[in-house]
């Protein structure tokens, strides 16, 4: 473990550097597993006020390690660096602490610039076991939660919570699995959404073969067939499950074919309307590659919904 260089006002003498430029969460809180079963100190840094306008939600997070290397951001670019440098000083104190930047803040040389201001809870993690937890249940698709109670400098994990945000004493965090996009079809335009989907972060599944036991809450469905017949059967297995999309290819007439297929199926106009079809945000498009990005778009928009 890398020792650190300390003046007498615990100012650290190390540079902080990005290790990972990403802002996902479960990366985030990997990366904070691993530099302690290295044997790294450790401080997570968590966003828990927002003043004004911010670049990022309640809840965003960073990590930062005894040797200076982060990942993670608690907004735009502009204090994360300035972060890093309070998260080696927690390091050095052993002390948790809470810190203002932009309006409000006593550092008056870093500026938002939103022009609001975020104050960030620096907590030093002494116990990898929270972490574990939040981690092994995203590995298995269910959400996850880390409560933080800065009056006891503790971090645990929770099951759940509907948001991130204070609650009485505690800060909560929520967690939700990774985006998954189902792409069903042999066809162009499949292979164009499959190609946009990745470049979005999200994990693609995609092919005939997609199992329909994949299909659970944090899970969208496009279904790009040019034949009604063939995706039927897919289609009837996202309606009797719960993704939070369900996406069609087709006009609006082809639309109404399948309303009236579905409803002699015995399914309710309400089930029905899960579907959205036509497809995609942007109207009449036309080639595979405008047509990704609306459908891609749509889930985005979509996947802000999801509890």
Same mark, same amino acid.
Request: charged share 20%.
């Given at each position: 473990?890398? /020792?650190?260089?300390? #003046?007498? %006002?615990?100012?650290?003498?190390?540079?902080?550097?990005?290790?990972? /430029?990403?802002? #996902?969460?479960? +990366?985030?809180?990997?990366?904070?597993?691993?530099? @302690?079963?290295?044997?790294?100190?450790?401080?997570?840094?968590?966003?828990?006020?927002?003043?004004?306008?911010?670049?990022?939600?309640?809840?965003?997070? @960073?990590?930062?390690?005894?040797?200076?290397?982060?990942?993670?951001?608690?907004?735009?670019?502009?204090?994360?660096?300035?972060?890093?440098?309070?998260?080696?000083?927690?390091?050095? &104190?052993?002390? %948790?602490?809470?810190?203002?930047?932009?309006?409000?803040?006593?550092?008056?040389?870093?500026? *938002?610039?939103?022009?609001?201001?975020?104050?960030?809870? !620096?907590?030093?993690?002494?116990?990898?076991?929270?972490?574990?937890?939040?981690?092994?249940?995203?590995?298995?698709?269910?959400?996850?939660?880390?409560?933080?109670?800065?009056?006891?400098?503790?971090?645990?994990?929770?099951?759940?919570?509907?948001?991130?945000?204070?609650?009485?004493?505690?800060?909560? +965090? =929520?967690?939700?699995?990774?985006?998954?996009?189902?792409?069903?079809? =042999?066809?162009?335009?499949? *292979?164009?959404?499959?190609?946009?989907?990745?470049?979005?972060?999200?994990?693609?599944?995609?092919?005939?073969?997609?199992?329909?036991?994949?299909?659970?809450?944090?899970?969208?469905?496009? *279904?790009?067939?040019? %034949?009604?017949?063939?995706?039927? $059967?897919?289609?009837?297995?996202?309606?009797?499950?719960? $993704? !939070?999309?369900?996406?069609?290819?087709?006009?609006?007439?082809?639309?109404?074919?399948?309303?009236?297929?579905?409803?002699? *199926?015995?399914?309710?106009?309400?089930?029905?309307?899960?579907?959205?079809?036509?497809?995609?945000?942007?109207? /009449?498009?036309? #080639?595979?590659?405008?047509?990704?990005? &609306?459908?891609?778009?749509?889930?985005?928009?979509?996947?802000?919904?999801?509890?």
């Amino acid at each position: 473990m890398q /020792q650190l260089l300390i #003046d007498d %006002d615990l100012q650290p003498q190390i540079k902080p550097q990005q290790a990972l /430029q990403t802002d #996902d969460s479960e +990366t985030i809180l990997r990366f904070a597993l691993e530099a @302690m079963e290295a044997d790294f100190a450790v401080v997570l840094i968590t966003l828990v006020e927002i003043r004004g306008g911010a670049a990022r939600a309640l809840g965003a997070q @960073m990590v930062v390690r005894e040797d200076g290397r982060y990942c993670g951001y608690v907004s735009g670019g502009c204090v994360e660096a300035a972060a890093a440098y309070e998260a080696l000083q927690v390091i050095a &104190s052993g002390k %948790d602490r809470v810190v203002r930047y932009g309006e409000g803040s006593a550092y008056l040389d870093i500026v *938002l610039p939103c022009g609001g201001g975020i104050t960030l809870a !620096f907590h030093r993690l002494r116990d990898a076991q929270p972490l574990r937890n939040v981690l092994d249940l995203l590995a298995k698709r269910q959400p996850a939660a880390l409560c933080y109670l800065p009056k006891f400098q503790r971090l645990a994990s929770v099951d759940y919570a509907e948001i991130s945000g204070w609650q009485d004493d505690a800060f909560i +965090t =929520r967690y939700l699995p990774k985006t998954r996009v189902t792409v069903y079809g =042999r066809s162009v335009e499949a *292979l164009a959404t499959t190609s946009i989907a990745q470049a979005a972060g999200y994990e693609v599944l995609s092919g005939e073969d997609v199992q329909t036991q994949t299909l659970d809450p944090f899970t969208a469905v496009i *279904l790009l067939y040019h %034949d009604l017949d063939r995706e039927l $059967p897919v289609l009837l297995a996202a309606l009797r499950s719960a $993704p !939070f999309y369900i996406g069609a290819l087709g006009s609006l007439r082809t639309h109404a074919t399948r309303v009236e297929k579905l409803l002699s *199926l015995g399914f309710s106009e309400d089930e029905i309307a899960r579907i959205k079809a036509p497809i995609g945000i942007f109207a /009449q498009a036309r #080639d595979a590659h405008t047509l990704a990005l &609306s459908i891609v778009a749509d889930v985005a928009a979509a996947r802000l919904n999801v509890v």
